[in-house]
């Protein structure tokens, strides 16, 4: 049973560029989770997705956005990128809230 | 607001030593659920355990044991007789356990867990 597949698990982006990242959830699983995760840091709640729109947000700005496709797979867009926005990115899925969110590996997000 | 404190920054221990991780809370929430997960070098997040706030019972899981107290709003994890292969960053989280948009996970900023052999 295929856990939560996360793609590319590494980029390197330029300042100013846009990125977008895949998350494929566990099989079952209708709700998908984006994480932040800096260096040291623990990860940072991003927005959630079910039944395809968002449906909790973070505090992070509009330059984040997502999408959640109708086989629950997602999608995490950053436009306008930073050097800050270099981080893990993680997915997790989930069926039931507040259930054990299982999680991908994430992406390895490196803005220069 | 919610908020989880992990105090321990890094933890070394030598194999077979008995370790404890602090988690602290705080949440005006008066239902909801406490998280821990360990993260390996591999980068994924591994889920160990979920309690929810109703259910003050201690958990034992093999070597893994969880005491939450919520008089002192404590929710700390026991590795008894560490091995190597526990070495990685432990995280505590918090969420909500009603909500109608979403159940975010709001992590500390984890433990750093070294065992030496």
């Known amino acids: 049973d295929a856990g939560v597949t996360q793609s590319p698990t590494h980029l390197i982006k330029t300042r100013g560029q846009q990125v977008t990242l895949r998350c494929s959830p566990k099989?079952?699983?209708?709700?998908v989770s984006w994480y932040q995760q800096a260096l040291g840091q623990g990860p940072q709640f991003i927005f959630q997705?079910?039944?395809?729109?968002?449906?909790q947000r973070g505090n992070f700005p509009d330059r984040f956005s997502g999408h959640q496709f109708p086989n629950y797979s997602s999608e995490l867009n950053v436009n306008a990128l930073l050097l800050g926005d270099s981080a893990l990115y993680l997915c997790?899925?989930?069926?039931?809230?507040?259930?054990?969110?299982?999680f991908g590996s994430g992406t390895r997000l490196t803005v220069v | 607001a919610q908020k989880v404190t992990q105090a321990q920054t890094e933890i070394s221990v030598v194999e077979k030593e008995d370790v404890t991780l602090d988690c602290v809370y705080e949440?005006?929430?008066?239902?909801?659920?406490l998280f821990w997960y360990k993260q390996p070098p591999s980068g994924e997040l591994v889920f160990l355990i979920r309690r929810n706030s109703f259910d003050e019972q201690n958990e034992i899981s093999g070597r893994y044991s969880w005491n939450f107290q919520k008089s002192t709003s404590s929710f700390n994890f026991t590795i008894t007789a560490s091995q190597v292969v526990d070495s990685a960053v432990y995280f505590c989280?918090?969420?909500?356990?009603?909500?109608?948009?979403?159940?975010?996970?709001?992590f500390g900023k984890g433990t750093s867990l070294l065992v030496t052999p």
């Open positions: 997790a899925s989930s069926l039931e809230v507040g259930d054990g969110y299982t």
């Open positions: 989280a918090l969420s909500e356990a009603y909500s109608n948009s979403g159940y975010a996970l709001n």
């Open positions: 099989s079952g699983h209708d709700t």
């Open positions: 997705y079910y039944e395809e729109e968002e449906r």
């Open positions: 949440t005006r929430d008066t239902t909801y659920y």
